[in-house]
């Protein structure tokens, strides 16, 4: 039994069409309309009107056609890198990142500008400034701008987490999503940072072609993005995923999992032996280095990252689990190679296409790139529910 996402003609379901036959190409690279029409189940007029449509926005380009035997060869098609781009924005307590993409998913720029303070003015002119920023020294065409991606910590809302960094951002009372689109002049998508960072990789990383997978995502803490047919699963007030708060036994106690596995644990440790790093690239010297201290917080944080990479894998049944984030790459390949992947898994299945585990994007910006690559993923990806077929 297999989901595929189909068309619908009737004309209520437009833009979900639309949907479908960009993520037709995109996926194919290049494709003919009637193997859209095969695959999506609509019809070669609904097809080619879709088409017509597409090319006259600039979202896609006629490459040629290619031979398929007898009569005229099919004309092909494939998505216009410049007919659009998306606008990634990063909130940190400290800091503002921003970044715009093709459609394609290529980087055209990044920038980052420190933030003075968190309120909610001083945030704001701090985004669109360097939102500003970004489109000017792309000369991005701003009319091809299709939205932007805002992410923040996480969790959102008053909940009963705290000390996550999300409570220093005065968002409660308001709905960030509408305060930003009417600041940028765009449609925004607000997402956290490991949500973002997983449709990042759908977009343009290692999960590219899948449409089931977790995102362990070593932000400050240590969060979960998971999709699913490609579409996150958010919960009901956009909270799922906050992995690292379960708690982990730890020297007799109880204690939240991300403080033995994630950027700020490892810098606690260094920090309480009289070691204080500030960049990735600090650590990775001190792993090349062979730090005593640094390689005892990775052989602890072993056994806790291996009961995490257990709960995902049986609550989620994904097709892999990624780990990326802002940790260098030293540190995920250490950590990949020395989880202890269990038995009693969902997961351990003959005849698989993928690894049970995978590294991902890595660095300070795989969150702000993630933030853009949510609204190309939601113009890649119908909304409307696939049909099941056996």
Same mark, same amino acid.
């Given at each position: 039994m297999t989901d595929i996402v189909v068309g619908a003609n009737a004309e209520r379901s437009r833009n979900h069409n639309r949907q479908v036959v960009l993520g037709r190409i995109r996926a194919a690279g290049q494709i003919g309309r009637a193997e859209i029409a095969r695959a999506s189940g609509l019809s070669i007029q609904a097809v080619s009107n879709i088409i017509a449509n597409l090319l006259e926005d600039g979202l896609i380009v006629e490459m040629g056609r290619r031979s398929a035997g007898r009569g005229q060869p099919p004309v092909q098609y494939a998505?216009?890198?410049?007919? *659009?781009? $998306?606008?990634?924005?990063?909130?940190?307590?400290? #800091?503002?990142?921003?970044?715009?993409?093709?459609?394609?998913? +290529?980087?055209?720029?990044?920038?980052?500008? !420190?933030?003075?303070?968190?309120?909610?003015?001083? /945030?704001?002119?701090? =985004?669109?400034?360097?939102?500003?920023?970004?489109?000017?020294? &792309? #000369?991005?065409?701003?009319?091809?701008?299709?939205? $932007?991606?805002? =992410?923040?910590? *996480?969790?959102?809302?008053?909940?009963?987490?705290? *000390? +996550?960094g999300s409570e220093l951002l005065p968002w409660d009372d308001t709905a960030p999503d509408a305060w930003f689109a009417e600041a940028l002049g765009v449609p925004v998508v607000v997402e956290n940072d490991a949500n973002a960072a997983a449709i990042a990789e759908r977009i343009a990383g290692v999960a590219q072609g899948l449409d089931t997978y977790a995102f362990l995502y070593f932000g400050t803490g240590l969060g979960l993005g998971s999709v699913h047919k490609g579409r996150l699963i958010a919960g009901a007030f956009g909270n799922a995923g906050e992995i690292g708060h379960i708690p982990v036994p730890a020297a007799g106690r109880s204690v939240p999992l991300e403080s033995l596995?994630?950027?700020? &644990?490892?810098?606690?440790?260094?920090?309480? #032996?009289?070691?204080?790093?500030? +960049?990735?690239?600090?650590?990775?010297?001190?792993?090349?280095?062979?730090?005593? =201290?640094?390689?005892?917080?990775?052989?602890?944080?072993?056994?806790?990252? &291996?009961?995490?990479?257990?709960?995902?894998?049986?609550?989620?049944?994904?097709?892999?689990? /990624?780990?990326?984030? #802002?940790?260098?790459?030293?540190?995920?390949?250490?950590?990949?190679? &020395?989880? %202890?992947?269990?038995? %009693? +898994?969902?997961?351990?299945?003959?005849?698989?296409?993928? !690894?049970?585990?995978?590294?991902?994007?890595?660095?300070?910006?795989?969150?702000?790139?993630?933030?853009?690559?949510?609204?190309?993923?939601?113009?890649?990806?119908?909304?409307?529910?696939?049909?099941?077929q056996t």
């Open positions: 998505i216009h890198a410049q007919g *659009g781009f $998306a606008l990634g924005v990063e909130i940190r307590p400290d #800091a503002v990142f921003a970044a715009v993409l093709d459609l394609c998913g +290529s980087t055209i720029c990044a920038e980052r500008t !420190p933030l003075p303070a968190t309120d909610r003015a001083t /945030i704001t002119r701090s =985004v669109v400034g360097l939102c500003d920023r970004v489109l000017t020294e &792309s #000369a991005t065409p701003r009319e091809r701008v299709l939205g $932007a991606g805002v =992410v923040m910590p *996480g969790p959102f809302g008053i909940t009963g987490i705290k *000390g +996550s596995v994630s950027r700020l &644990s490892v810098r606690r440790t260094l920090h309480d #032996a009289g070691i204080d790093v500030s +960049s990735g690239d600090e650590i990775t010297r001190l792993y090349e280095e062979r730090n005593p =201290v640094l390689l005892a917080w990775l052989e602890a944080a072993i056994e806790p990252l &291996s009961a995490a990479v257990t709960i995902v894998e049986n609550l989620f049944d994904p097709e892999t689990v /990624i780990l990326g984030g #802002a940790m260098p790459d030293a540190i995920l390949d250490h950590l990949l190679a &020395s989880v %202890r992947l269990p038995t %009693r +898994s969902v997961s351990l299945r003959a005849r698989r296409s993928r !690894p049970r585990l995978m590294r991902g994007a890595s660095g300070r910006m795989t969150a702000t790139l993630g933030a853009a690559a949510l609204v190309l993923n939601q113009a890649f990806t119908p909304q409307i529910a696939a049909q099941t």
